[in-house]
């Protein structure tokens, strides 16, 4: 209305702006519009009189803001679409209106529709210290309104409360997140108050005219980052007799939005229909229900043809998954089985965190299934370890252990005693033992892919032994026959590995683009990056440096999409290669990183203190080339690389 275009046309008395906000009825929506339009004349017939007064008047334009309130009041639509159709008919009154909706009102009229979206970020913030000016410097200013979805009204209730109280945004978060909606606005009004505003579009006749659209509403609200039809109608909502003209009624009421064909609710709203007081609670245990049935069908593991198809389907539920499984609070065995194992070990092989793991094992606890539990807790294992929580690691792999042992599971036992050798790092002759104990326990399981796995750990524990190649050669055999492929791919990147450690590179180069296209194969992320990062090494040791660069950030993408942090070693790789190209500034950054990387990690660790050492060492070099390394700095440099590549690492430019 502000528009310069508009104000050229209709000068400010012939603007007019019609606050539907509170128009909660027919007869109070044509009061605001009489009261609105400045009429003075009252004949008793409220839209008799503005018709007339709209008959001779000038050229107008009419906004009816927050024009869902009276189109969705009860009983009144037919009526409030016989006024819209009425004013419309005369060719000098030009109607704008803005209103929550998908679906534009009196639907053959030609309206120009505009989708307008929530505000971003920076103007949310603007919005929010226009009210309240102390909060401009309150860092948690953004967070507060990114959890309503920076909707405006939101923004606005939010600062008024914030100028009254004097709460900074993060006492806010805490009461909005103890409360909900109900600290948006006191007032008795929508205009005032959130729960009235939302509260008008549940309670609206549409609402009621179609019984199944709250209980949708209830589903939807339980999906943090909404759903497809698809799934909607294959899975989540798969019970209801009339989904279309569910999803129809909660559009047009704007509960319900679409983006990108993904149904969603806005946050504030879900916050609302999620509270206690309202929620369907016959809607948590069905969507609990279906969350492990989607995940059963969606369980299988590295190696098996499904796996990738399996995964691509479990990205896009990801989220929402999560968040119906953390709503459980009854120790079902089925849904810890189904549903929290299967969804962490998805998590440990895509986008490692602990949270439904963590909550599955609270829930383990109190039924008496020790393989379920010893599952559990070595899948938590599985993610401390990806995430290089090593302690952490290792003390939910011993729980398991003993839950396994007490289980007389030995194929179990001795997956638990591989996985806690590899923690060991140095320590050769307890690695050994775990390792001679595990192969007992696979020859007693008749699990001749169990001995070939303690094959391979025997030969990740000396990679520089001139035996090694031969017995991974050997282990590569024994899952050849056995047709494992996942197998057969570690064993491979094992063999870059020592192929590389006995100074043959052109060997590790072909046995690490084989495991690079065996673990792309079967769409194995966290391999595809230690493929990438062995090859980005073997590279360097050829003198390569351009395209050991390129496998050095390929390894960074990966693990960037799966949310891990780089690894000290590939950042300082890519030192390494930025020195040998002259680029000493872009090394002496990587160095830099690598070094801060490292430093974060376990320092009694003796891989990361040598990587602390190392790069502290490449990092002084930048500046004297000619520094050689002490006997402490030798030594960490030859955890790390071979000789050979040593002495190309040290040589002159």
Not at 327 to 353: C, K, Q, S
Not at 378 to 396: T, V
Request: aromatic share 8%; glycine share 6%.
């Amino acid at each position: 209305m502000g528009h310069e275009n508009v104000k050229a046309h209709f000068s400010d008395d012939l603007r007019i702006w019609v606050p539907c906000v509170k128009a909660t009825s027919v007869s109070l929506f044509l009061e605001t519009l009489h009261s609105s339009l400045g009429i003075s004349v009252k004949s008793g017939n409220t839209f008799g009189d503005i018709l007339a007064e709209l008959k001779t008047s000038s050229p107008i334009v009419i906004l009816l803001d927050n024009f869902e309130t009276p189109w969705n009041a009860d009983s009144g639509q037919s009526e409030v679409e016989r006024i819209v159709r009425d004013i419309q008919q005369f060719p000098h009154v030009k109607l704008f209106v803005t209103m929550r909706t998908s679906t534009p009102p009196c639907g053959d009229l030609p309206w120009h529709q505009i989708d307008l979206r929530a505000v971003d970020a920076v103007a949310a913030h603007e919005i929010y210290t226009s009210w309240h000016p102390k909060g401009r410097d309150d860092t948690g200013v953004s967070q507060l309104l990114e959890s309503i979805g920076n909707m405006p009204l939101g923004i606005l209730l939010l600062a008024k409360v914030a100028k009254v109280t004097h709460l900074t945004a993060q006492a806010l978060m805490d009461e909005y997140n103890r409360q909900g909606t109900l600290i948006l606005g006191q007032g008795l009004d929508a205009e005032s108050n959130m729960d009235v505003c939302i509260g008008l579009s549940v309670y609206s006749s549409r609402m009621k005219a179609h019984p199944e659209a709250f209980y949708l509403l209830c589903i939807i609200s339980m999906l943090p980052v909404g759903t497809s039809y698809t799934m909607l109608s294959e899975w989540w909502a798969r019970d209801l007799t009339n989904l279309m003209g569910a999803l129809e009624v909660l559009q047009s009421t704007s509960l319900v939005e679409v983006r990108d064909s993904i149904f969603f609710v806005l946050p504030v709203i879900q916050r609302y229909i999620l509270h206690p007081s309202r929620f369907l609670e016959q809607v948590r245990s069905s969507m609990l229900e279906t969350a492990c049935a989607f995940l059963k069908e969606h369980s299988s593991e590295v190696g098996d043809p499904l796996y990738k198809t399996h995964s691509a389907a479990l990205a896009l539920e990801d989220s929402n998954l999560e968040a119906v499984l953390l709503t459980a609070e009854v120790p079902a065995p089925h849904v810890i089985r189904d549903g929290f194992l299967t969804l962490a070990r998805y998590h440990w092989m895509h986008r490692p965190h602990v949270d439904v793991v963590k909550h599955g094992l609270t829930l383990a606890h109190s039924i008496d299934e020790n393989i379920l539990q010893g599952n559990l807790l070595c899948c938590y294992g599985d993610i401390s370890y990806r995430l290089h929580q090593f302690d952490n690691a290792s003390k939910q792999f011993k729980e398991a252990l003993v839950k396994f042992l007490s289980s007389s599971d030995r194929k179990r036992t001795g997956d638990c005693r591989l996985s806690i050798s590899y923690l060991l790092g140095r320590q050769f002759d307890a690695r050994r033992k775990l390792i001679d104990e595990a192969r007992d326990d696979y020859e007693a399981a008749n699990d001749t892919v169990g001995v070939g796995r303690c094959l391979v750990a025997l030969g990740d524990l000396r990679l520089r032994h001139p035996t090694t190649i031969g017995l991974l050669k050997e282990a590569e055999r024994v899952f050849a026959e056995a047709k494992d492929i996942r197998r057969h791919a570690e064993c491979t990147l094992s063999l870059l590995r020592a192929y590389y450690f006995s100074g043959d590179y052109d060997s590790s180069y072909t046995s690490g683009i084989s495991a690079l296209e065996q673990h792309e194969g079967l769409g194995y992320l966290s391999q595809c990056a230690f493929t990438a990062h062995d090859l980005g090494r073997t590279l360097s040791a050829r003198g390569d440096h351009e395209n050991s660069l390129k496998y050095f950030l390929r390894c960074l993408e990966i693990r960037k999409s799966m949310g891990l942090s780089p690894l000290g070693a590939t950042l300082e790789g890519m030192g390494l290669g930025w020195v040998k190209l002259g680029k000493n500034m872009d090394a002496r950054r990587a160095f830099e990183e690598s070094f801060q990387q490292y430093s974060s990690e376990d320092s009694t660790r003796t891989v990361t203190r040598n990587g602390i050492i190392r790069s502290q060492f490449l990092l002084k070099r930048t500046q004297d080339t000619d520094l050689d390394p002490t006997k402490e700095e030798r030594s960490a440099l030859r955890g790390r690389y071979s000789d050979y590549h040593i002495d190309k690492i040290l040589a002159p430019l």
